[in-house]
């Protein structure tokens, strides 16, 4: 039996951080072969708290608080990688609840050698009360919000292009040199990049499943996606062949309203054009809501979702234009 390292970047989660490890103690995975180990950026409220009280109600499960100073999760996670022992590294986060048996099909997939980082399927809930919370959630799952992104969408097996989180001997992450700390955001995809330019594979097992607690409100949602944006094109950068097509249209989308806004100041057919374009962007949307507001027996969801996947398209699409303009005048700053 291998022993498993957890490794969970945290930081003011007192909200949530319970649930994930009740998750952990609940595992089929046998709990002697179990360590978790906690990166905290310093936490200001009750999550300390409530990590010892489970310290106290699970004597048998290895607990582990480290210290992440510098509070961004790449950090969080070599430091906690650096604290482990397990000759399997699993990587969860703090909005997370793994299903009973996450841990031991993680490591079955590995030890079959389906994959070198083996991951499975988000199912999103809610991260809030209300109806906009709920929005939040269905949109994060919808391939209008996300694309085809799989690790949201896939129902069958298969090498991917990433998965969320993640589990990997610690010989492939000591091989491929651990996360980039460089980088704020899109640490696991930046990781399954290097990962499979190695020659290695990144394995998706839909049985393989967590719920995944989506932002509560817009404003949440709104610097979740910029910041998505923003650090996608700064890694885009170092690697440019792994560009999508579902990655590319949120940027272009913005661009062409900007360049259409500016232009309808001399131009009335560019102000037509933007007037079309969006009356039909804003009645697809409506019209991908309606299924979902009558399945979630909520009127209000034909508004919601709408509004949720035009925030992540737009901030999402914003923060990628942004750190291109700034990319491009970096270099002048410093000389």
Known sequence: MKTVSVIIPCYNEEATIGLLLEA??????????IEVIIADGISTDQTRNVINKYVLQYPGLFLKIVDNPRRIIPAALNTAIRASKGEIILRLDAHSIPRQDYIERSVKNLELGLGDNVGGVWMIEPGGEGWMAKSISLAAAHPLGVGDAMYRLGTSAGVVDTVPFGAFYRSTLEQVGGYDESLLTNEDYE??????????????????????????????????????????????????????????????FVLGILILILAGIWLPVARWFLLGGLLFYIGVLMATSITRAIKGNNILLILGVPLAIATMHCCWGSGFLWSLATSIFEPRKRS
């Not at 952990?24 to 072969?33: D, L, S, V």
């Not at 979740?224 to 923003?230: A, H, L, M, P, V």
């Not at 650090?231 to 249209?249: D, E, F, G, N, V």
Request: proline residues 7%; charged residues 25%; glycine residues 4%.
């Open 24 to 33: 952990i103690c609940g595992q089929t995975y046998p709990r002697e072969f």
């Open 191 to 252: 990781l399954n990049t290097r990962i499979r330019m190695s020659g290695r594979r990144v394995y998706l097992d839909p049985e393989i499943r967590s719920v995944y607690y989506a932002r509560a409100n817009l404003a949440q949602l709104a610097h979740q996606y910029w910041r998505y944006g923003y650090w996608k094109y700064r890694m885009l950068k170092r690697y440019p062949s792994t560009l999508r097509w579902r990655q590319a249209i949120p940027p272009v």
